[in-house]
Antibody, heavy 126, light 106 residues
Framework: QLQLQESGSGLVESSQTLSLTCAVSGGSITNSHSWSWIRQSPGKDLEWIGHIFPSGGTYYNPSLKSRAIMSVDRSQNQFSLKLTSVTAADTAVYYC???????????????????WGQGTLVTVSS | DIQMTQSPSSLSASVGDRVTITCRASQTIDTYLNWYQQKPGKAPKLLIYIASTLQSGAPSRFSGSGSGTDFSLTISSLQPEDFGNYFCQQTYSVPWTFGQGTKVQF
């Protein structure tokens, strides 16, 4: 059974960089899946942060104003998130997730998150 | 951004009830629509993908329907373990967005 585990800085000072890693076990970061980070504010809203494809290509949520950077380390079977210039608004539980996909009739990928990490709380202090 | 609006925001129901949650997209998303269940303190869990495909291991009492802008998640016979929050998500266009959630309580 695939498992994902987030780790990283739980407390980050305002204006600094948040760094998280998602370790994948029970399977390999292969070329057949892609990976995302999602966060959830203390209210309950889920916000998609970004996505990295097997090719290394990335999508990011424009709301983060180019502060997010994702990468994959295949040798360590993990992927990472860096979020720069954090503020209190970045305080949230951060989840990593695997995306699977089905091709539609036009060849486009219909993605869905079938495996999630347990989440890690990151608090930004002032 | 595509806005996803769920209704109701919360509902109270009894064991055995048929429950339906709706999700409306601000523009057409074909069937690029997923449903997740989240229990307190836990990560979301995939229930339905591509609008109507039941995820492996999800109980058959869950079903999804819809296309375009209007979607629904139905629980045919509510069970005690079905309490929690339910979220819809579109992956039609970036940024991928979630609904605000529906809390199911007894």
């Amino acid at each position: 059974q695939l498992q994902l585990q987030e780790s990283g800085s739980g407390l980050v000072e305002s204006s600094q960089t948040l760094s998280l890693t998602c370790a994948v076990s029970g399977g390999s970061i292969t070329n057949s899946h892609s990976w995302s980070w999602i966060r959830q504010s203390p209210g309950k809203d889920l916000e998609w942060i970004g996505h990295i494809f097997p090719s290394g290509g990335t999508y990011y949520n424009p709301s983060l104003k180019s502060r997010a950077i994702m990468s994959v380390d295949r040798s360590q079977n993990q992927f990472s998130l860096k979020l720069t210039s954090v503020t209190a608004a970045d305080t949230a539980v951060y989840y990593c997730a695997r995306a699977s996909a089905v091709r539609d009739s036009g060849g486009y990928s219909m993605c869905y998150f079938d495996f999630w990490g347990q989440g890690t709380l990151v608090t930004v202090s002032s | 951004d595509i806005q996803m609006t769920q209704s109701p925001s919360s509902l109270s129901a009894s064991v055995g009830d048929r429950v339906t949650i709706t999700c409306r997209a601000s523009q057409t998303i074909d069937t690029y629509l997923n449903w997740y269940q989240q229990k307190p303190g836990k990560a979301p869990k995939l229930l339905i993908y591509i609008a109507s495909t039941l995820q492996s291991g999800a109980p058959s009492r869950f079903s999804g329907s819809g296309s375009g802008t209007d979607f629904s998640l139905t629980i045919s016979s509510l069970q005690p373990e079905d309490f929690g929050n339910y979220f819809c998500q579109q992956t039609y266009s970036v940024p991928w967005t979630f609904g605000q959630g529906t809390k199911v309580q007894f």
